[in-house]
Nanobody
Framework: QVQLVESGGGLVQAGGSLRLSCAAS????????MGWFRQAPGKEREFVAG????????NYVDSVKGRFTISRDNAKNTMYLQMNSLKPEDTAVYYC?????????????????????WGQGSQVTVSS
């Protein structure tokens, strides 16, 4: 069982930056591929970025490439999402997610159904 807690959301002006953190409980964080998803009002939850258990592989949705960076620190059981050049369309509740990939250290999952554990979400609001 893994518990995930997001932090770092808030209100920022367009063009600004925020860094989200996702802290995980447990001693096997390094076995888990991780991901960030977001859900805007009236829309489905969408994939934003993913990172493999080792951190060697990452993947991003096209709309955030070049602006967002996903990373993880396995020693601290924490994953991050650095968000730069934020746009109003980035406004959403951001969720972190985790799945145990066993011995696969390079797999990155991009679908909601691929993940087993979810955080409670953190609101990000970008004003124009």
């Amino acid at each position: 069982q893994v518990q995930l807690v997001e932090s770092g959301g808030g209100l920022v002006q367009a063009g600004g930056s925020l860094r989200l953190s996702c802290a995980a409980s447990g001693r096997t964080f390094s076995r888990y591929a991780m991901g960030w998803f977001r859900q805007a009002p009236g829309k489905e939850r969408e994939f934003v970025a993913g990172i493999s258990s080792s951190g060697a592989s990452t993947n991003y949705v096209d709309s955030v490439k070049g602006r967002f960076t996903i990373s993880r620190d396995n020693a601290k059981n924490t994953m991050y999402l650095q968000m730069n050049s934020l746009k109003p369309e980035d406004t959403a509740v951001y969720y972190c997610a985790a799945v145990d990939t066993g011995g696969n250290t390079i797999a990155v999952l991009t679908t909601t159904w691929g993940y087993s554990y979810w955080g409670q979400g953190s609101q990000v609001t970008v004003s124009s």
